[in-house]
């Protein structure tokens, strides 16, 4: 098939040969002898819930005093860490003290205005789940979407800046904006928040952004330190305006990657065994302490933790048996984090090889790039739509309605090591539960056989689309 003149001709295409395109990618798979058929698809980013036990409040607070010291051990006494029983619970702690509940009465008379956080416009994040949209024109993007300008959510609010060479065109078989910010200028696009900031004072209260350092995200450019410029200038607009530069990492391991201490960051929430699992605050005592204290249900005194032990178990703080492989993990990255590096490195020398096979043209346009933090590769194609129609990029809408193609593709062929968002492949490790996150190990023949079996899909949606891969 021909290469359509326009988009929408394109997704239309797709969504008629759907059932053809899945059969196909279901009867192309190679499968792992070791492997059932199918699996449920889970990604980089999948984890198991957190299995909750009785736990003796003295041994939760050991724990949690344990992880404090190393996370203090590491980036200093200024520092602080509150671990918490999901990703979600550390995103809301977060937003709970740098954005005060204006319904509260508390509140209510100190704050007779909108509280205003200006965001980056990348992914779409949990963090975002609570405001409201400005301009209101972003109230149908997925992370808004639910939400009423005059709902009791209101008083908080999310001022989105796109990125300065940014796109935000509508893709997909069910068609919605899709985030592709691989192009993105560091300098005009943290030009373009200062100004933002600046309009949004009095009530500017943080400034949130993802913390994922891939081209995928809108991080490119990096200084000598490893740091994204993006999230370093972000840290000093932060700073300049006396407000918390909060970073959503929950897919991402703590202390493996760039110091993100060293770009002024206030908070960073962390997936330690991968995104819906237990997560983890790491940032300055500034933030992370009243968090401690929101954890145990306490508001004083000086040490939120042992006041509160006669309080019993928190339902914020994990189960102690969650908080011990919290800690046997941190404690591993901290101390060797070349082991993780490496898996990370064989994974990115796994996929660039068969990927290799690809046509020039394509490849000429492939990003590839090493995520340390969450154990991961990204391929990233948006530069594919530089000119011309590009390969099909599925969208979130997809995603729900079971139209995303690639995802639903790698599901059917039973792969588990590679996810997709946006223009963005994510080849890695699947951190299923809290033990499979401690020691990574690849089995260099099963991911081998994974990424024939994306370079197969990708065949098959590219000559359904009109673009050809090999």
């Not at 499968?31 to 909750?52: D, I, K, L, N, Y």
């Not at 030009?191 to 600046?198: L, N, P, Q, R």
Request: glycine share 8%; with cysteine; proline share 9%.
């Amino acid at each position: 098939m021909g290469r359509e003149k326009y988009r929408f001709r394109m997704y239309e295409n797709l969504a008629k040969a759907a059932h053809t395109i899945l059969e196909k990618a279901q009867a192309a798979a190679v499968e792992s002898p070791s492997e059932a058929p199918v699996h449920s698809h889970r990604g980089t980013s999948g984890s198991e819930p957190p299995r909750q036990v009785e736990s003796d409040p003295k041994d939760v607070l050991d724990l949690v005093e344990r992880i404090r010291e190393l996370v203090k051990d590491t980036y200093g006494d200024s520092y602080d860490a509150c671990p918490t029983s999901s990703t979600s619970a550390a995103l809301a702690l977060c937003r709970s003290i740098a954005m005060p509940d204006c319904r509260g009465p508390e509140h209510r008379e100190l704050l007779r205005e909108d509280l205003i956080a200006v965001v980056p416009r990348q992914k779409p994040s949990e963090f975002l789940s609570e405001f409201c949209p400005l301009p209101p024109k972003y109230m149908s993007l997925p992370e808004f979407s639910g939400h009423s300008m005059k709902g009791p959510n209101c008083a908080l609010k999310a001022a989105l800046v796109p990125l300065v060479g940014a796109s935000y065109s509508y893709h997909g078989i069910v068609p919605a904006p899709v985030a592709m910010v691989a192009n993105a200028h560091a300098g005009p696009s943290l030009d373009a928040v200062a100004a933002t900031a600046e309009a949004c004072l009095p009530y500017l209260t943080a400034i949130i952004a993802m913390g994922i350092g891939i081209p995928g995200c809108g991080f490119t450019p990096a200084n000598d330190d490893g740091l994204p410029e993006l999230h370093t200038g972000l840290g000093e607009i932060a700073a300049e305006y006396d407000v918390p530069l909060i970073l959503d990492n929950s897919p991402a391991v703590p202390f493996l990657g760039p110091d993100l201490a060293k770009a002024m960051v206030s908070a960073t929430v962390f997936g330690p065994f991968g995104a819906g699992g237990p997560g983890l605050v790491i940032g300055s005592e500034e933030m992370v302490a009243p968090m401690l204290y929101l954890a145990m249900g306490s508001k004083g005194p000086s040490n939120p933790i042992r006041s509160s032990a006669a309080h019993g178990p928190s339902p914020i703080l994990p189960g102690a048996e969650v908080l011990a492989d919290m800690l046997e993990l941190i404690t591993e990255t901290h101390g060797n984090p070349e082991h993780f590096g490496r898996v990370v490195d064989k994974i990115y020398d796994i996929a660039t090889s068969e990927l290799a096979g690809l046509s020039d043209d394509l490849k000429r346009m492939l990003r590839f790039k090493k995520n340390y933090n969450t154990l991961s590769v990204e391929i990233n194609y948006e530069d594919t739509w530089n000119d011309d129609i590009g390969f099909p990029v599925f969208s979130a809408k997809d995603a729900r309605a079971g139209t995303h193609l690639l995802r639903e593709g790698l599901r059917k062929m039973g792969i588990t090591s590679i996810s997709v968002v946006d223009a963005s492949i994510l080849v890695g490790i699947p951190r299923k539960t809290l033990r499979e996150a401690m020691d990574p190990q690849i089995d260099a023949e099963d991911l081998r056989r994974d990424v024939q079996n994306l370079v197969s899909l990708l065949k098959i949606i590219g000559d359904e689309a009109g673009y050809p891969v090999v």
